[in-house]
C-alpha cells in the first residue's frame, strides 16, 4: 500500500470523525443494515459504531497503539490479505480490516452475509477520500491466491479454513464466549454494567457473558431484577422466540430454572448458553473457578473483580486482540 503510516492514520481518525458527527448518509446505511439483519436494531448498531469511533479511532489512540510495532515504520511489503468477516454482531469485522490497513497491507473482504452493509460503507468512505485505495482494497466473494488470511467462523467452518488455508500465514478463530465471577460484594452499578455484557447485542457476540459463577447461597433476586433493565428485548421475535423455545424445552426436560420473565436461569457447568439463557455454576473456593477459566480456549474473557471491568467486555481496546492473539504483531511481520 502506497500510503505513508501516517497518512494512514489520519484517514482513519477521519472516519473516526465521520462516524462521530453521524451524518444523514450514515444514518441511511444504518437502515439498510437493520433491513438487512433485524438482529441489528438501531440502538445496538449506534452503540457498535459509537464504540469504533471511540476505542479504534482516535488519532492519540491509533498513534499509542502502534509504538508497540516499530517495524510499520519500515517500507510495507504490501503483502495481500485476505480476510473473511463473522457477522454476529455489527461491524465486528472491523477490527481486522484496520489492522491490515494500519499495517499497509492490500486487503480482500469476504464480507458476512449478515454484515454486508456497515463495512461496505467505511471502505466506500474511505475509498472517495483517497482514490488510490480503490487498488488496495477490494470486496470480493471468493479468496483466492492471497498471500496470508484471517478468518472468523463457527467450529465447523474453522476446520474448513485450517484446511484450505494450511500453506499459507493464517489466524482462524472459531466459537467462543464470556464468562463473570461474581463474589457477592457487587454493588447495584456493578450488577447494572454486567448486564450491559450480557445483553448487548443480544447477547451474540465472543465477549457476551453467557455463564456466571456464584459462590454458594449466592441471592439470585437482585441480580434478576436489575437484568430487567434488557427486558425490552424480549419485543423483539426473534430473542421473544428463543425464549419461548428455551422455556418449553426445560418444561418437558423438568430442568430446574429461575426465570425473571425474560431470562432463564439454569444451573449448567457448559461456558456456552442460548440466547436469553444464562448458565450458572456455584463454587466453594474462587481458586475452583480459576482453575475452570484461565486457559480455557472457550472463553475470551473473564469480567469479575481483579479481572475484566463490569461493563467493559464489549468495549474492547485496539490491543485487545481476540483469542489472546497479536493481529496486528501477525501482519506488520508478513
Known sequence: MNILLQDRIDIMARLGEYLSSDPEELQEAKHRAFLHNSWFIPPFVDLAIKNIAEQYLQKKKLASWIKNYPELDKKPKGKNVGIIMAGNIPAVGFHDFLCAFIAGQRLSVKLSSKDEVLVKHFIEKLKSWEPVLNECIQI?????????????????????????????????????????????????????????????????????????????????????????RYAFLKDFHHYSNNYDYNLSIALLNKSMFMTNEFTLFLENKSPFSPISVMHYEYYKNPEDVRYFVEGNEDIQCVAGHGRLPFGESQRPALDDYADGIDTMRFLSEL
Open 140 to 228: 470480493k466473494e471468493m479468496l483466492k491466491g492471497c498471500d496470508a488470511y484471517i478468518a472468523t467462523g463457527s467450529n465447523n467452518s474453522a476446520r474448513y479454513f485450517h484446511y484450505y488455508f494450511q500453506k499459507y500465514p493464517h489466524i482462524i478463530r472459531r466459537n467462543r464466549t464470556s464468562v463473570a465471577v461474581l463474589d457477592g460484594t457487587e454493588s447495584r452499578e456493578e450488577l447494572e454494567k454486567l448486564s450491559d455484557d450480557v445483553f448487548l447485542y443480544f447477547g451474540l457476540g465472543c465477549r457476551n457473558v453467557t455463564k456466571i459463577y456464584v459462590p454458594e447461597g449466592f441471592d439470585f433476586i437482585p441480580l434478576m431484577e436489575i437484568f430487567k
